[in-house]
């Protein structure tokens, strides 16, 4: 199968998003299941067992990170196969504690927002309920403004001294595949 | 989990059915307390009428690897 564009397009969204949460996670790994082929149901990728993982270095943070996405055909000679994200969910909370923030985009659960949105929960320490039960509008929002986020407001060392390249080569790869 | 995956490399674990049903069990009985068995039951009879919440949309995010296309 390795060689084969359609490997080739699922192996380089796997890897691009896997460089990313190695940038705040030490010996990173995605768990994935499906193959390199076009299907009906979304494919999964989730990092770590999809439990929350450890940030560590005393920060008392963990993340949880779960992506679907779809191989599809795409009008080009040179780059055949693409890979589109159809759903993302990625977390922060506290290590024993609670949820802190959530970015979310999960457009085909049923009963559930169809927008990409962001839930502050208790950990976040927002004293009024509304913020525990709302979807805050937002873009859609990369794997890679994530970590960015919590490496720089969030104070969660980065595990690569070239962390900011390696962000920006995830980021660049994801631009050239983005449909939305 | 200290299982063996059905293709590995250092940063990616291909997972084969019974792998991918450990995962999500595993992640069922974490965020929510129940097995993989029962969280599929009360999915598909509709008992989550507000699926949008944090431990439940964990499991939900991960029902992919519970079912095969």
Same mark, same amino acid.
């Given at each position: 199968?390795?060689?084969?564009?359609?490997?080739?397009?699922?192996?380089?969204?796997?890897?691009?998003?896997?460089?990313?949460?190695?940038?705040?996670?030490?010996?990173?790994?995605?768990?994935?299941?499906?193959?390199?082929?076009?299907?009906?149901?979304p494919l999964?990728?989730?990092l770590?067992?999809?439990?929350?993982?450890?940030?560590g270095?005393?920060?008392d943070?963990?993340?949880?990170?779960?992506?679907?996405y779809r191989?599809?055909?795409?009008?080009?000679?040179?780059?055949?196969?693409?890979?589109?994200?159809?759903?993302?969910?990625y977390?922060?909370?506290?290590?024993?504690?609670?949820?802190?923030?959530?970015?979310?985009?999960?457009?085909n659960?049923?009963?559930?927002?169809?927008?990409?949105h962001?839930?502050?929960s208790?950990?976040?320490?927002?004293?009024?309920?509304e913020?525990?039960?709302a979807?805050l509008?937002?873009g859609?929002?990369?794997?890679?403004?994530?970590?960015?986020?919590?490496?720089?407001?969030?104070?969660?060392?980065?595990?690569?001294?070239?962390?900011?390249?390696e962000?920006?080569?995830?980021?660049?790869?994801?631009?050239?595949?983005?449909?939305? | 989990?200290?299982?063996?995956v059905?293709?590995?490399?250092r940063?990616?674990?291909e997972?084969?059915d019974a792998?991918?049903? @450990?995962?999500? *069990?595993?992640? $069922?009985?974490?965020?929510?307390?129940?097995?993989?068995?029962?969280?599929? &039951?009360?999915?598909?009879s509709?008992?989550? @009428?507000?699926? *949008?919440q944090? $431990?439940?949309?964990?499991?939900?995010?991960l029902?992919p690897f519970?079912? &095969?296309?």
């Amino acid at each position: 199968m390795a060689g084969k564009p359609e490997y080739e397009a699922v192996q380089r969204f796997r890897k691009s998003l896997q460089r990313t949460l190695s940038c705040i996670v030490r010996g990173a790994y995605v768990d994935v299941k499906g193959g390199y082929y076009p299907s009906r149901t979304p494919l999964p990728l989730t990092l770590k067992d999809g439990l929350p993982v450890g940030l560590g270095s005393g920060t008392d943070l963990s993340i949880a990170v779960s992506y679907h996405y779809r191989l599809i055909e795409a009008p080009s000679a040179t780059r055949p196969w693409r890979v589109t994200t159809v759903a993302y969910h990625y977390t922060l909370q506290e290590t024993e504690g609670p949820e802190i923030l959530s970015y979310q985009w999960h457009p085909n659960v049923p009963n559930s927002v169809s927008f990409p949105h962001l839930h502050m929960s208790h950990g976040a320490g927002l004293g009024r309920e509304e913020f525990h039960r709302a979807h805050l509008p937002t873009g859609r929002v990369t794997l890679e403004a994530f970590v960015r986020l919590l490496i720089t407001d969030f104070g969660v060392p980065p595990k690569k001294e070239d962390w900011e390249e390696e962000l920006a080569k995830s980021l660049a790869e994801f631009e050239e595949d983005r449909s939305w | 989990m200290g299982r063996t995956v059905a293709r590995e490399d250092r940063h990616i674990r291909e997972l084969d059915d019974a792998q991918s049903w @450990e995962l999500f *069990d595993n992640a $069922a009985q974490h965020y929510l307390g129940i097995s993989g068995e029962e969280f599929l &039951s009360r999915w598909d009879s509709g008992y989550y @009428e507000d699926p *949008d919440q944090p $431990a439940v949309m964990n499991v939900v995010m991960l029902l992919p690897f519970a079912r &095969s296309e």
